[in-house]
Nanobody, 114 residues
Framework: QAHLVESGGGLVQPGGSLRLSCAVS????????IQWHRQAPGKEREWVAG???????NYADSVKGRFTISKDNAKNTVHLQMTDLKPEDTALYYC????????WGQGTQVTVSS
């Protein structure tokens, strides 16, 4: 079993930055990828960024150039650095570990508003 805990969300003005963290614990036999998703009110959950087991990163077009996913292996933590935030980035952000099964955290709220 795995346990994921997201943190780092909050209220930020447009153009601001936030760094989300996802602490991963537990026994996971093999991780294929770690991803971030988000869900805005009234909308479906959407994929935001992914980091493969070989270090390849991918981003949704809406965040490309503004968000960066990275992993701190020493701390078993995955980060999502978000810059130039826009009101449309407002959502509940979830961390997801893809292995033989999918693991999800509870989410951290990001609100971009002036």
């Amino acid at each position: 079993q795995a346990h994921l805990v997201e943190s780092g969300g909050g209220l930020v003005q447009p153009g601001g930055s936030l760094r989300l963290s996802c602490a991963v614990s537990g026994n996971i036999s093999r991780i294929y990828a770690i991803q971030w998703h988000r869900q805005a009110p009234g909308k479906e959950r959407e994929w935001v960024a992914g980091l493969s087991s070989v270090g390849r990163t991918n981003y949704a077009d809406s965040v490309k150039g503004r968000f960066t996913i990275s992993k701190d292996n020493a701390k078993n933590t995955v980060h999502l650095q978000m810059t130039d935030l826009k009101p449309e980035d407002t959502a509940l952000y979830y961390c997801n570990v893809v292995s033989s099964k999918n693991y999800w955290g509870q989410g951290t709220q990001v609100t971009v508003s002036s």
